[in-house]
């Protein structure tokens, strides 16, 4: 089955550090995926897309990277502030439904 | 309002009742989906309209769950006879059409959801 996964641990770093979060993918290859924030009580809010044939994507202090030969996107958020602190969802999706993965949750501590 | 619109935002039933979820998408969205949401877990698809054709509803996991968007905006989900396992936030989102590119896609934006308690 085509499956998503990302880090179900708690991600927790310092303010102003570089947080990354990790979405694998196996048994396909996407031709894109999306980025979601979800925060507690809250619908997931879109952040940002990329495309296959892109490396790389990037919208203020957020980038993400998506390497096809380890079946992996990168979500980086660089000066990360407790304000960013929240659960960030992976999906994928070819016929317009996401396929999610579980999401991580990130603790930006002041 | 500019987002897509959910209620009711709580929904308490006793086990074997109907309920029936709203969803209002924004305004000029012509794709229209449901999503379910476990407890610490991510959103998994239900169902998916485009204007009032259900393309696809490989997601709902029994013939207890139905949709409709008769109108080709507002839609409802409809669960008969609940069990305690329907238990979940059920999310609703809308986007514009897919272009014509097979690898274009749209953004979706959610609605905050209904939390569905079954007792």
């Known amino acids: 089955s085509q499956k998503i996964e990302q880090n179900s641990e708690a991600l927790n770093i310092q303010e102003g550090k570089t947080a990354t979060l990790t979405c694998n993918y196996t048994?396909?290859?996407?031709?894109?995926l999306q980025w979601y924030r979800q925060d507690p009580g809250r619908g997931p809010v879109f952040l940002l897309l990329?495309?296959?044939?892109?490396k790389e994507k990037r919208k203020e202090r957020l980038k993400v990277t998506f390497d096809t030969t380890l079946k992996q996107s990168l979500f980086h958020i660089t000066a990360s502030q407790p304000a960013d602190s929240a659960t960030y969802l992976c999906?994928?999706?070819?016929?317009?439904?996401?396929?999610f993965g579980q999401g991580t949750t990130l603790q930006v501590k002041p | 309002g500019a987002g897509v619109s959910q209620s009711p935002r709580y929904k308490v039933a006793k086990r074997g009742q109907d309920v029936a979820l709203r969803c209002d998408p924004i305004?000029?969205?012509?794709?229209l989906f449901w999503y379910q949401q476990a407890l610490g877990q991510g959103p998994e698809f239900l169902t998916y309209?485009?204007?009032?054709?259900?393309?696809?509803k490989s997601g709902l996991p029994s013939d207890r769950f139905f949709a409709e968007r008769p109108e080709g905006s507002v839609s409802t989900l409809k669960i008969q006879r609940t069990q305690q396992e329907d238990s979940a936030v059920y999310l609703c989102?809308?986007?514009?059409?897919?272009?014509?590119?097979?690898?274009?896609?749209?953004?979706?934006?959610f609605g905050d959801g209904t939390r569905l308690s079954i007792l």
């Open positions: 989102a809308s986007s514009l059409v897919p272009g014509p590119d097979p690898y274009s896609n749209q953004p979706q934006h």
């Open positions: 048994n396909y290859s996407p031709a894109y």
């Open positions: 990329i495309r296959e044939n892109e």
């Open positions: 999906g994928r999706s070819n016929t317009g439904k996401l396929i």
């Open positions: 305004s000029g969205h012509v794709s």
């Open positions: 309209f485009q204007n009032e054709a259900q393309l696809d």
